[in-house]
């Protein structure tokens, strides 16, 4: 008896687990069904809680992936978007890896991968966004600029080809930044190091 068999032994026919690629199917179903404006709603209400996750989480590196998507912008880009290209290519491998029964061991971590990295990338890229706007105003903090980015994203959404095209450039500039803090050589951990005019701080 193949390991495979253990699992299903006990399974009536025609009954298993259903794959991701389903319940990926099914959950925006369901958000397609709703209005613009309550697509808008449900979208800057899961900014907002991602992001209070998130930046709960990593107190000390979100604020590090937060500022420096701030201070260098273009580094950030030309860095997350091959970046934001890779992570977004082995999830969508892990969700075809799903359908088959081989290759679900390989798509587990995939999918996790993605699942995990793409919400949070987003979350900093949105909070760097709303965080520039609200220090217009004076407010400097990081969770008035995460209320201001769920404000923008919710804004966003009830437009979606805009809301679509600043989601992929701000989750490119999260992913970046979040690249460069993690993987901090040299002097780019540092803060007060020059940089060339077109990255400065925005």
Known sequence: MWPMELYT??????????DSSSVWGDVTGIIEGFGVLEQALFFGGALLVVGVLVLGLTQ????????????????????????????????????????????VMFAIPLVCFGVLTLP??????????????SSRVGAQSVAAGLLTGALIGALSALVQPIGLILTALLMAFGLGSGVRVLFAGGNLGRYDERVVPPTNRV
Do not use: E
């Open 60 to 103: 000390r590196t979100g604020l590090q992936v937060v500022q420096t998507t701030r201070r260098s912008p273009v580094i950030s880009l030309c860095i997350g978007l091959p970046s934001l290209l890779v992570v977004t290519g082995l999830t969508y491998t892990g969700f075809l890896l799903s359908t088959t029964n081989i290759g």
């Open 120 to 133: 949070a990338a987003t979350v900093f890229g949105y909070t760097a966004f709303g965080r520039a706007v």
């Open 9 to 18: 032994m006990n399974l009536p026919p025609g009954d298993g687990v259903r």
